[in-house]
Nanobody, 123 residues
Framework: QVQLVESGGGSVQAGGSLRLSCAAS????????LGWFRQAPGKERERVAR???????SYADSVKGRFTISQDNAKNTLYLQMNGLKPEDTGIYYC?????????????????WGQGTQVTVSS
């Protein structure tokens, strides 16, 4: 069974940085897309970034140039480096995984989710 455990959230001031980690287990890494999502209070969950099976990455327009998604295959860990944080980045951040038949694309729906980690950015 796929298990995902996030860590690294916290409270920072605007302009600061955080790195989120997601320890993954129970799956064949090479067959899965991995992604970071977030949900702000009163808003729907949105995809922040994802990494496809071939290592290709994609970002939401709101975080391009500030966030970087990466993975360490040896450690089965997914990361989200967040720089230049803004108050609107506040929310619960989730990592997610989904098996994919495509090398360079990811499904729209992810089946496996972590418990989430809170990120709070103050102005």
């Amino acid at each position: 069974q796929v298990q995902l455990v996030e860590s690294g959230g916290g409270s920072v001031q605007a302009g600061g940085s955080l790195r989120l980690s997601c320890a993954a287990s129970g799956y064949t890494q090479s067959r899965y897309c991995l992604g970071w999502f977030r949900q702000a209070p009163g808003k729907e969950r949105e995809r922040v970034a994802r990494i496809a099976r071939n290592g290709g990455t994609s970002y939401a327009d709101s975080v391009k140039g500030r966030f970087t998604i990466s993975q360490d295959n040896a450690k089965n860990t997914l990361y989200l480096q967040m720089n230049g944080l803004k108050p609107e980045d506040t929310g619960i951040y989730y990592c997610a995984a989904q098996e994919s038949t495509f090398l360079s694309a990811c499904p729209g729906v992810f089946a496996y989710w972590g418990q989430g980690t809170q990120v709070t950015v103050s102005s």
